[in-house]
């Protein structure tokens, strides 16, 4: 019986990826079946891989390598599940010995069977394919008690030349909206939910003919168990005046709004098929400033583009400069298979990409100091997370900090609950970073 076995799951790559695996947590619990957070006690190892980047790849056989070794203890399966068995099942499944299942993207359902199967007959199953694309309600959170995502659409197609997504996850597919709605209903008090998709800007409309991104807001923001609501990955080309309005005036909605931009360069945005220029989206980020002036913008960036020249480069550090977002992420270009640009001539080399990397890196820090040291001595208003007990206070976020993406705040107080909100005296800024106490709290 699968119910008396001792569950472990690993979760890797996005946080899309890990509404995935909390839902087949959800499954699992539902089932009756024990998870353990210590592997060298589970029995069924599952591994939610990505397979976004080169890297992620490794990472992920790396991580079932790993897991391979409990099976001199107590381990007896390794279930694989997620985006590297979906696109990659013919590459591993003859020389991926170690893992007993396979399920890909829209199979969870279906590791019960799998594993049934497995444990009978003794082989290895490929149930890739062999599930619904059915939406579940069932959650069991893996972040914070106060903090959520919920992705409210998975696939993608915007093609962009450099991104696998379509060729892993598909087409864009939304959610209906009375399925999100009752799921984040059933998350309990949420402090913070955080919208996620590929794209969350295009919701709505494939299956309802039109864009219903702002309607989904809204009606989100009528559940009384929803504090606040967080954007990311909205694309600059879908933001449009009612969106803005909505970020606006909706008080439930942090005034904060994630745009991968990708690049500023007009000759790379189209290399990449990218929908913007560097005027539109200086003119983006000005229009969002002018209605909001208090707006957390932050974004992503690849340097190292193939055929991206030195001067190119140069030109995404001063648009950065001048865009002053309030928090950046910057990657190097990853070369990779079956996307439009993995055949551009020249590619970059990988020092050359480092290096711009880390010269934009060290760009938006320069930008986030500034930003960060205009707080001192002001009283900010901070959620709380937790404690840190490292440097011995409690720590929490600002409007303008996303999860394990954007700093954070560190804070003494004579007490703190997580998931509550407390105003903060700032004292000081540091490696994007602030730190400061309750104003209650004395030395």
Do not use: W
Request: net charge negative; charged share 30%; glycine share 6%.
């Amino acid at each position: 019986m699968l119910t008396d076995k001792l569950f472990g799951v690993i979760s890797l790559g996005c946080d899309k990826n890990r509404v995935d695996t909390e839902k087949l947590l959800g499954l699992l619990k539902e089932k009756g079946c024990k998870t353990t957070d210590d592997l060298s006690k589970a029995q069924i190892v599952v591994v939610n891989t990505c397979a976004f980047l080169q890297t992620a790849r490794e990472e992920a056989i790396e991580t079932i390598l790993e897991c391979a070794d409990y099976k001199k203890k107590n381990l007896e399966k390794i279930v694989v599940t997620g985006c590297l068995p979906q696109k990659f099942i013919d590459e591993l499944y003859l020389p991926l010995t170690e893992a007993d299942v396979f399920l890909g993207i829209t199979d969870y359902e279906k590791i019960f069977e799998a594993l049934e199967n497995s444990y009978q007959n003794g082989a290895r199953q490929n149930y890739v394919g062999k599930g619904k694309d059915e939406y579940s309600l069932s959650r069991v959170l893996t972040t914070d008690e106060h903090v959520a995502y919920l992705k409210i659409a998975d696939g993608c197609y915007n093609h962009c030349t450099y991104c696998l997504i379509p060729k892993i996850r598909g087409k864009y597919r939304s959610y209906p909206m009375e399925k999100l709605l009752e799921e984040a209903r059933l998350l309990g008090e949420i402090t913070e939910l955080i919208l996620v998709a590929q794209d969350t800007t295009r919701y709505g409309e494939d299956i309802y003919g039109e864009n219903r991104f702002v309607t989904l807001i809204q009606e989100l923001s009528k559940l009384d168990n929803v504090e606040k609501i967080r954007l990311l990955y909205c694309y600059p080309d879908v933001i449009d005046d009612a969106l803005i309005e909505e970020i606006a005036t909706n008080d439930k909605v942090l005034k904060y709004i994630d745009i991968p931009l990708q690049h500023s360069e007009n000759r790379v945005l189209k290399l990449m098929n990218r929908k913007g220029t560097r005027e539109g989206y200086l003119a983006l980020l000005s229009k969002l400033r002018a209605r909001i002036p208090e707006i957390a913008i932050r974004s992503t960036f690849i340097s190292g583009f193939p055929t991206e020249t030195e001067e190119e480069f140069e030109g995404m550090k001063a648009f950065i400069n001048e865009a002053k977002f309030f928090n950046c992420g910057f990657f190097a270009y990853s070369r990779e298979p079956d996307t439009g640009a993995y055949r551009l001539q020249p590619q970059v080399h990988h020092n050359t990409k480092k290096r711009r990397v880390r010269a934009l890196y060290e760009t938006q820090k320069n930008i986030a100091d500034v930003i960060l040291k205009e707080f001192i001595g002001k009283t900010i208003e901070v959620v709380c997370d937790g404690i840190d007990y490292d440097k011995g206070c409690f720590v929490g976020r600002a409007y303008f900090n996303a999860p394990d993406i954007d700093g954070k705040v560190y804070f003494n107080a004579t007490t703190a609950t997580q998931g509550e909100r407390y105003q903060v005296v700032i004292t000081s800024a540091e490696n994007y970073d602030l730190y400061g106490r309750t104003e209650e709290y004395s030395l």
